[in-house]
């Protein structure tokens, strides 16, 4: 199919590709060290190079109310000074040895990485143990990154319609769960945050027993034991890191609508969120019969969504359905639906509609299914030539608070489901009064 | 801390590691050449083609046809309609990816081994024998439509297509490869089919391969895949002519935060010069935090999320070019900054330690990039496009490591133009106007 990149791209934070698949053949090790830090090592020697990530559980869902963007902020401000080391230079010394580093943010979760060749990871590892509980901030510091920070947002958000709705689209689902505030922050907070909200997070999240480490590449996994015992495992653990409570959505008993105009808006479009259920610790069976009933109704050319308003009509010029359960707590399962020339958003959405009304009645194509399962088993393959993506799953999984073994068994648990499962899944989702719809449209004309 | 710096040092005095690539040159019974790693430990191929020209190539008349051309490749093929074709790469859990730019339409395929030649049948239906079928034409022009129009809101899309009129004049390169909704709107089959033979001929085809795949199965199956193809197509446009006047250039767009772009002439990637330009420019602005436009417009003054700068040498012409982003009251200011280390390296060079830390992190970097199969397979067919020897890899570090800083301060010096910078500014920058005509 051809794709819209421009829209997809819109609409990134709704995509999630099919959660790809452990496999057999996967190289990996998992052990935990004294202190509560675990570890993960992904093993594939064929190329140099090596990568390390920490990931924190924590994310911007674990913010205190009041300091939205404390999270990406404190992520960003862990490239400033240790005690051991200059503001810069952790980056300065990566790239020293040829190496690139990073870090990112999100509801769940803040991870750090670096890409060097195979020999340098005894010093990546010096250092991100050194940040992990020994950064040192000026007032300079953040004043300059919280400048930083804004123009991100600027960038990301501010100058981009289609982020701005989803802001409003994603506040409109989470009533009283933190899923509702952006990772990036309010603008109106982000300009408050100070040394001392920094810190505060710092001090509560930032400790090995709250971390996990994921080494992958051309790497032996006693050599990364003693090199993580060496660095990591000195660091004590924080004995009152507190339990991932957050609060939780009520029960949704009214549908809920919203229209966000914005003249920068060249196409409008349509979305249609459900809150959803999520990937537990040993109960991931809806979240398979989800994933797959996302292929089946937006993932392409051969997709329901497709067929019906693409090319048995022509009402959209492009559909899509997402779903992710890599999440701690409740997620959501989405549509989006751009209306082709002359069609109405109305006639857009109530297409949709149809539409799902249709599949609930007609229910799964056999075929349909059997090629989407095969091409899950293939993937599995294809993994094996990749094995940061590879490392970012277990990551990500650990995170959430998944197993290794949840990982494991999430490729057998998709090759599982049936039919009467994904029905059953649709039919417990896609409840309209549980609802968003939102609408991006063009500023209206005025005179 | 004196620890790192004794483990610092330990790793400038050992080697970078090297990258291990075996690549052969495979001929084919009908002629067509490619490169090949062997990589068997997965039971896949990653195949890579290109052909050189891409949208380059489109008639004057005809905007966006190569492009939307290149989209319904998988829209329909032999005796498959769109859908059936996209069922048929599911079957067989193969996946083709078609794309177009301005110096080639690009075909990155793999398969498993287990489908190979399915694969191949089908991938030489889609390139051999696309349909064109109406109903495609009118689906995919409608999306192609939708992106034109939303690049024209897009401040980044509005800045270098702003960029791109200033900088080639009437050359191919100062157009969207995507058209204009005129032109777009107006595109016939038989337009399409004209720039299907325009491009897609056998004189102007690149080929990497990698993974579980001999020479000796490589050589028919490219012939059985690309064998039908036309030998030559539409000949090759000229270099363009680049002029970049000085000054700035503001669009209007009512947006928070103003989007730049900044270029001057560059440099060609066969220059003996290209890669002490390019140690200068990972100094200057390359993608690191440690950069000198990231040092001061991001770490000491905060003024923008990202500042870069990179050598846009391609087939047809070579700038320079840059970009940054800062709130409407914020970007004269940062453009300010960036003139001046623009003016400082021209004038001064770098500094040995400079010099020093871009050539390890440059010849460090390298053997990264090997991984993967469908990676190494773009590097393959992005050598063969550039005339490279086969045994290129294992020499290139060589001539990152033999520049000097005599050799940075005489190319600084004759390269960098910090009066000559051009500036497109889009969005409602304060203390900032056009001071040249387009």
């Not at chain 1, 992904?42 to 109310?65: C, F, I, L, N, T």
């Not at chain 1, 990485?113 to 940040?131: G, N």
């Not at chain 2, 089919?193 to 325009?198: E, G, L, M, R």
């Not at chain 2, 330690?353 to 440059?362: P, R």
Request: hydrophobic content about 40%; charged content about 25%.
């Amino acid at each position: 199919m051809f794709r819209l990149p421009k829209l997809t791209a819109l609409l990134a934070f709704l995509l999630a590709p099919v959660a790809a698949l452990a496999s057999d053949n996967e190289a990996v090790t998992y052990f935990k060290l004294d202190n509560g830090m675990e570890v993960v090592v992904v093993e594939d020697h064929r190329a140099p190079a090596v990568q390390q990530m920490v990931w924190y559980r924590a994310g911007s869902a674990d913010e205190p109310k009041g300091s939205s963007g404390v999270a990406h902020f404190l992520e960003h401000l862990l490239f400033k000074a240790t005690d051991k080391m200059e503001a810069g230079e952790f980056s300065a010394t990566v790239a020293l040895n040829g190496g690139r580093d990073n870090a990112f943010t999100s509801y769940d979760y803040t991870a750090y990485f670096q890409r060097v060749a195979a020999d340098r990871l005894e010093l990546m590892m010096e250092m991100e143990a050194d940040r992990m509980k020994n950064i040192r901030l000026t007032p300079e510091n953040i004043r300059t990154e919280r400048d930083v920070i804004l123009e991100e947002r600027n960038q990301r958000t501010d100058n981009s319609p289609g982020a701005l709705f989803n802001e409003q689209v994603n506040a409109a689902q989470y009533l009283n769960h933190r899923y509702g505030t952006p990772v990036i922050g309010w603008r109106h907070e982000m300009e408050e945050l100070d040394l001392d909200d920094a810190l505060s997070f710092y001090e509560t999240y930032y400790s090995p027993n709250n971390a996990i480490l994921v080494v992958s590449g051309d790497v032996d996994p006693e050599e990364v034991r003693t090199l993580a015992e060496k660095y990591y495992g000195v660091i004590p653990a924080n004995p009152d890191l507190p339990e991932r409570i957050r609060t939780q959505e009520p029960p949704q008993t009214a549908e809920r609508r919203l229209v966000f105009r914005d003249a920068r808006v060249a196409q409008p479009y349509v979305t249609r969120s459900y809150l959803a259920p999520e990937r537990d610790p040993g109960d991931q069976e809806k979240a398979a019969a989800l994933t797959i009933l996302s292929e089946i109704l937006g993932g392409g050319t051969t997709s329901y969504l497709a067929e019906k308003l693409q090319f048995d009509t022509q009402i959209a010029t492009y559909t899509g359905a997402f779903y992710n359960g890599g999440s701690l707590d409740d997620t959501t399962f989405d549509f989006a639906v751009v209306p082709a020339a002359g069609v109405t958003l109305q006639e857009a959405e109530d297409a949709l509609d149809a539409a799902l009304q249709s599949f609930l009645e007609t229910g799964v194509d056999a075929d349909q299914l059997a090629r989407i399962k095969l091409q899950i088993r293939a993937d599995q393959i294809y993994a094996r030539d990749d094995a940061e993506r590879v490392a970012n799953r277990y990551g990500r999984a650990l995170a959430i608070g998944l197993t290794v073994a949840d990982v494991q068994a999430w490729p057998g648990i998709l090759d599982a489901v049936t039919a009467d499962d994904i029905m059953q899944a649709a039919r417990d989702v896609f409840d309209r009064r549980t609802s968003v719809t939102g609408w991006l449209m063009k500023e209206e004309v005025t005179q | 801390m004196r620890l790192i710096y004794a483990l610092i040092l330990t790793c400038l005095a050992s080697l970078p590691a090297r990258a291990e690539v075996d690549i052969q040159e495979v001929t084919s019974p009908g002629g067509l050449t490619a490169w090949l790693v062997e990589e068997p430990s997965i039971p896949f191929v990653a195949l890579e083609i290109r052909f050189r020209g891409g949208a380059s190539l489109d008639d004057p008349e005809k905007r966006g046809a190569i492009n939307l051309m290149t989209a319904l490749l998988e829209e329909g093929a032999a005796d498959m309609d769109a859908r059936a074709f996209a069922q048929a790469q599911e079957e067989l859990a193969t996946s083709f990816g078609f794309d177009v730019d301005r110096d080639a339409v690009s075909i990155s395929a793999r398969f498993l081994t287990e489908n190979r030649d399915a694969s191949i049948d089908l991938l030489r239906d889609a390139l051999t024998q696309p349909r064109f079928d109406a109903e495609a034409i009118e689906r995919v022009r409608g999306q192609v439509l939708s992106i034109i129009q939303s690049d024209q809101k897009d401040p980044n899309d509005i800045a270098s297509e702003t960029f791109a009129r200033i900088a080639y004049g009437d050359h191919p390169y100062a157009y969207s490869i995507n058209g204009t909704i005129d032109s777009v709107t107006a595109l016939t089959r038989d337009d399409l089919i004209a720039a299907h033979k325009a491009v897609l001929a056998r004189d102007r085809i690149y080929i990497g391969a990698v993974g579980d795949i001999t020479p000796e199965e490589l050589g028919p199956l490219l012939d059985d895949l690309l064998g039908a193809l036309p030998e030559t197509g539409a000949p090759m446009p000229p270099q363009a002519n680049v002029t970049i006047p000085a000054g700035i250039t503001v669009v209007d767009f009512p947006t928070p935060q103003s989007v730049a772009l900044f270029g001057q002439p560059g440099i060609a990637q066969d220059d003996p010069d290209f890669f002490t330009a390019l140690v200068l420019n990972q100094v200057l602005g390359g993608g690191g935090f440690e950069s000198r436009l990231m040092d001061e417009v991001r770490e000491k003054r905060g003024l923008t999320y990202g500042v870069y700068s990179y050598l846009a040498s391609r087939d047809l012409a070579n700038v320079y070019m840059g970009s940054v982003s800062s709130s409407n009251d914020r970007i004269a200011e940062a453009i300010s900054v960036i003139r001046e280390e623009w003016e400082k390296a021209a004038a001064e060079g770098l500094s040995e330690k400079e010099l020093q830390d871009a050539t390890t992190y440059i010849t460090g970097a390298y053997p990264l990039r090997f991984d993967g199969n469908g990676p190494i397979a773009n590097i393959l067919v992005g050598m063969q496009m550039l005339g490279l020897p086969i045994d290129y890899i294992a020499t290139r570090n060589d001539k990152v490591e033999a520049v000097t800083l005599d050799d940075v301060k005489r190319v600084a010096d004759e390269l960098l133009d910090p009066e000559g910078l051009h500036f497109v500014v889009v969005g409602q920058p304060v203390g900032l106007e056009t001071t040249v005509g387009e």
